[in-house]
Nanobody, 115 residues
Framework: QVQLVESGGGLVQAGGSLRLSCAGSGITFSIRTISWYRQAPGKQRELVAAISSGGSTNYADSVKGRFTISRDNAKNTVYLQMNSLKPEDTAVYYC?????????WGQGTQVTVSS
């Protein structure tokens, strides 16, 4: 059974930082692309960042230079370091993995950035 568990969200002032974690079980992160998405109220879910099995990363233009995605294969965990947070970063952040054409999502973690 595949499970993705996000943690690390919270309330932070604009300009602050948070680090999100996504821990996987029943799935090997090291051989897959793992992604972070976010969904703000009334908006569609959007891709924030992704990291491939080879370590290549890509980011949404809105977070480039502020967010960093990384992985710890020994812990089967992917992180999202978020710096210089802005109120428009407020959203529920979700971890995503694809295995055998099946999409897996975590329960999400709320990030709220106050101005």
């Amino acid at each position: 059974q595949v499970q993705l568990v996000e943690s690390g969200g919270g309330l932070v002032q604009a300009g602050g930082s948070l680090r999100l974690s996504c821990a996987g079980s029943g799935i090997t992160f090291s051989i897959r692309t793992i992604s972070w998405y976010r969904q703000a109220p009334g908006k569609q879910r959007e891709l924030v960042a992704a990291i491939s099995s080879g370590g290549s990363t890509n980011y949404a233009d809105s977070v480039k230079g502020r967010f960093t995605i990384s992985r710890d294969n020994a812990k089967n965990t992917v992180y999202l370091q978020m710096n210089s947070l802005k109120p428009e970063d407020t959203a529920v952040y979700y971890c995503n993995a694809v295995r055998y054409a099946n999409n897996y999502w975590g329960q999400g973690t709320q990030v709220t950035v106050s101005s």
